[in-house]
């Protein structure tokens, strides 16, 4: 049994914070931004899948990267894969900061009047 469970459980909780604080906004809330209203909810799964695709991966491959070349090699690949994702998050995705989802919809197609008749 755990002697310092207060402890255990603030650890426990700010790191489930930060896994849930990055990760979740890419493919949660950053999808819901992004694309156009006509085909947000095609892409909010297309993202949800390809997340829980990735999870999956992982999950599969940790136990052969810790049988195969202990745990520095399992949780440095989850490190490069984790950089990775910032990287690509940070450098190839657009800013929404600061945008309506409407603005958002008129750069995808490029005037509002066609944002209108790509909704509808």
């Known amino acids: ?57 992982g999950v599969f491959f940790f136990p052969i990267l810790l049988s195969a070349g202990g745990l520095l090699a399992a949780e440095s690949m989850a490190a490069a894969v984790s950089l990775l994702g910032i990287l690509v998050t940070v450098f190839m995705l657009p800013e929404t900061k600061n945008k309506s989802l409407e603005e958002l919809s008129i750069e995808e197609v490029g005037t509002p009047d066609a944002a209108v008749v790509r909704a509808a």
């Open 1 to 57: 049994m755990l002697r310092q469970p207060v402890e255990t459980t603030i650890v426990y909780g700010i790191s489930y914070f930060f896994t849930e604080f990055g990760p979740n906004a890419t493919t949660f809330v950053y999808p819901a931004e992004l694309f156009p209203v006509a085909g947000r909810t095609t892409g909010h799964g297309i993202a949800s899948a390809t997340g829980k695709l990735g999870g999956f991966v």
